[in-house]
């Protein structure tokens, strides 16, 4: 299995709502990243948990919360967004979070706030 | 932080060659090439990890400069499959991975 599962595909959702955004992956990846992708731009780190624990936040405002309940799965919180939100977040993870092996990617949740 | 990429587009019609490159001010710790379709997941291309090194596979091929500061992707004899944004990407201290500017790359017939 060389997947990652990201639901839902899309998302939409009010500036007062709370919503989860689910990730997961059964390759024993211990390296799991959250980013964000905007239209025509490239995907932006948001976070990234190694070894279950959050090793990089990339400054993000805090209406997004990462969770890693365990090594296989990876959330993303959702509280009070703002329109300018609205974008494709995508889950990718590796080996070991060491930078010299390749990123695999889920095919991403469209998320549009209104 | 962001590597950066030229051209910022390309127009290439079946059976021509493309160039892509990406650049840094700062040594890379390493440099992957992914393809991104639109609407889909970025696609994971290649790794080059040493100065001076070169890869390949098909008509897809890569090198990295000896002072791993600059990297590029080769096309040659493109398909129309080949069409998508490229991204070179690096993580320069480990598991922070940052993606660079991106290269629309569209192929016609």
């Known amino acids: 299995d060389t997947e990652v599962t990201q639901t839902p595909k899309h998302l939409v959702m009010g500036m007062t709502n709370k919503k989860s955004l689910k990730c997961e992956q059964h390759?024993?990846?211990?390296?799991m990243y959250w980013y964000k992708q905007k239209a025509k731009k490239p995907p932006e780190l948001m976070f990234v948990?190694?070894?279950?624990?959050?090793?990089i936040n990339e400054s993000v405002p805090s209406r997004f919360s990462p969770e890693c309940p365990n090594s296989s799965l990876l959330n993303l919180h959702l509280h009070a967004l703002q329109p300018e939100d609205s974008a494709l977040y995508l889950c990718?993870?590796?080996?070991?979070?060491?930078?010299?092996?390749?990123?695999?990617f889920g095919s991403g949740t469209q998320l549009s706030v209104l | 932080q962001q590597p950066v990429q030229s051209p910022q587009a390309v127009i290439l019609r079946e059976g021509e060659d493309a160039v892509i490159n990406c650049s840094s001010s700062k040594a890379l710790y390493s440099v992957h090439w992914y393809r991104q379709k639109h609407g889909e997941a970025p696609v994971f291309l290649m790794i080059l990890l040493k100065g001076g090194e070169q890869k390949g596979h098909d008509k897809i091929s890569a090198s990295f400069n000896e002072k791993k500061q600059q990297s590029s992707l080769y096309l040659t004899a493109s398909q129309l499959s080949y069409s998508g944004t490229y991204f070179c990407?690096?993580?320069?201290?480990?598991?922070?991975?940052?993606f660079g500017t991106g290269t629309s790359l569209t192929v016609i017939p």
């Open positions: 990407g690096t993580g320069y201290t480990g598991n922070q991975f940052y």
């Open positions: 390759m024993g990846h211990r390296a």
């Open positions: 948990y190694s070894y279950e624990k959050l090793s």
């Open positions: 990718a993870s590796s080996q070991d979070g060491t930078g010299i092996e390749k990123l695999f």
